[in-house]
């Protein structure tokens, strides 16, 4: 394990982009942290999160990775909100597909590295998505075990954090935000790679002893619990529990939920024409599960109500997943919570569904 130092960092940053690799991570916009291209990390950025909010803070010290998650998730770079499949030009069909890129996300959460392994589950299972699977293969994941839980997390209890599991190339130990200093390990090649790239000495024992105990001061701090055994039939046997009633009269049906969650993967398509050439381009994007649109079938909607919608939400991802994909499409990230307009909070709604009648 290496000590780095956050001059070290920005070496590595800067022998990213030397190389041509698109680095996406952390930087401040829209009063929050936000994932973007980058040339250097956002210092001393904290956030409050709790239902239905989120502000951004200033720490008064000088983290980098003294945040917790925004509204923003690495889904977007892998599998983009809009997207052109193929073009039809003078009767003739046009793949749209594009050169991958290569990129690097910088700052990736325990809690995002198992999205993105859900995704990968997803895209590149039993049937293959080329765009995803060709950006996916050009990619390199700086991961970072958190140093603070947000109000709204609760990996510790899907089991996806706050550690970092396998399937980063770095990982990254925030220590000491008053004046840090970083503890860096590779788990692959590229990882390997890169800590060649920038150097810096071997860490002493209680320096990586200090990792443990950042990661151990995390996940005391998370204040919510899930109870995620026997979930998938604890929720499919209880379709008319009285509890989905209540949720509907709060939910909104507005999407939010889903289009900060970082394992959703619905998507429509549409086809958008040239008025002029009269060129079509197949195009695919984002969709949700809580517009009527979605389940438009045959000439008519079949989740009519809000109802049926947040029921179709919840047990999909927290009991169909399970059956199409054998994991659960939650990782805890609280996203959904934060970013709800009205706040509600998937463990409490699940907490009172549980509860017997
Ligand atoms: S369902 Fe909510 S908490 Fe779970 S991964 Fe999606 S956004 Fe995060
Ligand atoms: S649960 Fe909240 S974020 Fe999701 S659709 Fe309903 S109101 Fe919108």
Not at 6 to 20: M, V
Not at 150 to 179: K, M, Q, W, Y
Not at 192 to 202: D, F, K, L, N, S
Not at 266 to 291: Q, Y
Request: with cysteine; hydrophobic share 35%.
């Amino acid at each position: 394990m290496r000590r780095w130092t956050p001059t070290d960092l920005q070496t590595l940053i800067d022998s990213l982009l030397a190389d041509g690799i698109r680095v996406l991570g952390p930087r401040v916009g829209d009063a929050a942290i936000l994932y973007d291209e980058i040339d250097t990390l956002p210092i001393g950025c904290g956030d409050e999160q709790a239902p239905g909010y989120y502000r951004l803070t200033a720490r008064h010290d000088q983290s980098r990775f003294g945040y917790n998650l925004g509204p923003s998730t690495w889904k977007q770079f892998l599998f983009p909100p809009e997207e052109a499949i193929f073009r039809v030009q003078d009767g003739e069909f046009i793949s749209c597909r594009e050169q991958p890129e290569k990129m690097a996300f910088i700052g990736v959460r325990a809690c995002e590295l198992a999205a993105v392994s859900i995704q990968d589950r997803v895209f590149m299972g039993d049937f293959t998505d080329p765009g995803y699977a060709s950006r996916r293969e050009n990619l390199l994941l700086i991961a970072v075990n958190c140093s603070q839980a947000s109000g709204n997390c609760f990996c510790a209890s899907t089991g996806d954090g706050p550690a970092v599991g396998v399937g980063a190339d770095l990982i990254l130990t925030e220590v000491r935000p008053e004046d840090p200093y970083y503890l860096v390990e590779a788990q692959t090649e590229a990882g390997q790679w890169m800590i060649a790239a920038v150097g810096g000495p071997v860490a002493a024992p209680e320096e990586i002893d200090a990792r443990d105990e950042v990661i151990a001061a995390t996940r005391q701090q998370m204040q919510r619990e899930f109870a995620t055994e026997g979930i998938a039939d604890a929720l499919l046997s209880a379709l008319d529990h009285p509890h989905w009633d209540v949720v509907a009269e709060r939910c909104l049906a507005c999407g939010n939920c889903t289009q900060v969650c970082p394992t959703c993967f619905c998507s429509t398509t549409r086809e958008h024409v040239n008025p002029v050439s009269l060129d079509v381009t197949h195009m695919r994007g984002w969709d949700s599960c809580f517009t009527a649109d979605h389940s438009y079938l045959s000439g008519g909607v079949v989740r009519q109500s809000v109802k049926s919608r947040y029921r179709q939400w919840l047990t999909h991802k927290l009991a169909g997943w399970d059956q199409q994909f054998g994991l659960s499409g939650c990782t805890g990230c609280g996203r959904c919570i934060s970013w709800c307009p009205v706040g509600i909070d998937l463990t409490e709604e699940v907490a009172e569904i549980r509860r017997p009648l």
